[in-house]
């Protein structure tokens, strides 16, 4: 259950780390890398978007989970979208 908790704030720290623009990191290093990224690519606009790196970090997390051994992997799909849904759960009530 910790783990599970656990994985839902790195989820949403990540995500909220790489989209939003408060978020420079040290030496500016997010900031540029925001702005290389660009937005003219659906791949750029992917980036920019809290919701769709949040889907990608919780399948990176729930990977890793199962590869753990900290969960089954017949639940990998209902785990990689309940860690997504925690993190814009959170993302909402911050904002």
Do not use: N
């Not at 900031?31 to 290389?36: C, L, M, S």
């Not at 992917?46 to 992997?73: K, N, P, R």
């Amino acid at each position: 259950m910790i783990a599970l908790g656990l994985s839902i704030l790195a989820v949403y720290r990540v995500s909220r780390m790489l989209t939003q623009d408060g978020e420079d990191g040290p030496f500016d290093l997010l900031a540029k890398w925001r702005e290389w990224i660009g937005q003219k690519t659906w791949i750029g606009r992917g980036f920019h978007c809290f919701y769709c790196v949040s889907f990608w970090a919780a399948l990176v997390c729930s990977l890793w989970l199962c590869i753990w051994g900290v969960t089954d992997w017949r639940l990998l799909p209902v785990l990689w979208f309940g860690l997504s849904a925690g993190a814009i759960i959170i993302f909402k009530v911050v904002q």
